[in-house]
């Protein structure tokens, strides 16, 4: 491992002013999308909708540093023949893959998941990497619920993230550590930072345990958000003060930055909470964004599988990189969506 290598990876990925565009659906994820929009998800449809996310190319170059992609994506050409890989990388922006193969019901814990994938990982990451992947992600998925999550689904997979993460580094690819604590039910949100915390501190530790250099890894957290179903909804003061005492609190300051998921928030409100906690400042991170539908929504809306709507998905997505980009830098303002729209 060189571990000044994977540091600049993951500083690019969390460059001032830029995010990551998780664009990794798998094809059961990419198929619910299409389904909202009325487009068959078959093999070009999902190239054809990529390929013009990654050619807008000034949203790419400003304000995306880089983009995860699925394994079926990091092997497709662009209509024309240019692989998507290359696409990005002319654009200036990182490849990246999600490794990760999925959940599977943990024994034991009714109703609780946990993260596969990791037989056989290190030959997938070496060809990842001759194929152009500079990081990697894998997503753990916590669920709140009546009694859950045990401690039994929290150690198991903040285990496979750190056995995920160390393998990463071995093969110089720079781990996105995922633990998602998903915003479904109708907890609070002092419930999520609870329980959010004990996640996070049960990964770090794991790290620890596995030998992974911190300076070489981005964190991928869920906000301190209130359930989708709760009754009461913190204002976005609370998310962001909330969510930045949280982190303070358990994620060391060797890692070089924050990318956050959006998770189910709106697009304004994922902008919004990340521009707030910018500008609380003085922060050992860079706090930025990871987002996949906070800023896909737009443009699969827009685009809706016609050719002829490929400029208007373009701008759609272009404005939302510009929206979260400057959130990054806590200079995001709401009149800005007004103005656009
Ligand atoms: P969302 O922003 O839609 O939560 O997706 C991010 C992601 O990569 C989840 O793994």
Known sequence: MNLADLNKVAEAMVAPGKGILAADESSGTIKKRFDTIGVESTEDNRRDYRELLFRSRDAMARRISGVILYDETIWQKAKDGTPLVKLIQDAGAIPGIKVDEGTQALPGCPGELVTVGLDKLAERLKKY????????????????????????????NAHALARYAALCQAAQIVPIVEPEVLMDGDHDIDTCCRVTEWMLKETFQQLYFQ???????????????????????????????????????????AVPGIAFLSGGQSDEEATAHL????????????????????????????????????????????????????????QWKADLEKKAA
Not at 235 to 248: F, G, N, S, Y
Not at 278 to 289: D, R, Y
Not at 309 to 316: F, P, S, Y
Request: hydrophobic share 45%; aromatic share 8%.
């Open 211 to 253: 030998r992974v250099a911190l300076e070489g890894m981005v964190l991928k957290p869920n906000m301190a958000v209130s359930g989708k179903k709760c009754a009461t909804r913190a204002p976005v003061a609370e998310v962001a003060e909330k969510t930045v005492r949280l982190l303070k609190n358990c994620v060391p300051a």
């Open 275 to 330: 521009d707030a906690m910018n500008k609380i400042g003085g922060l050992p991170w860079k706090l930025t964004f990871s987002y996949g539908r906070a800023l896909q929504a737009a443009p699969q809306k827009a685009w809706s599988g016609k050719s002829q709507n490929v400029a208007a998905a373009q701008r759609a997505f272009s404005h939302r990189a510009e929206m979260n980009g400057l959130a990054s830098l806590g």
């Open 129 to 156: 990497y001759d194929q152009g992947a500079r990081f990697a992600k894998w997503r753990a998925v916590i669920d709140i619920g009546r009694g859950t999550p045990s401690h039994t689904a929290i150690y198991a």
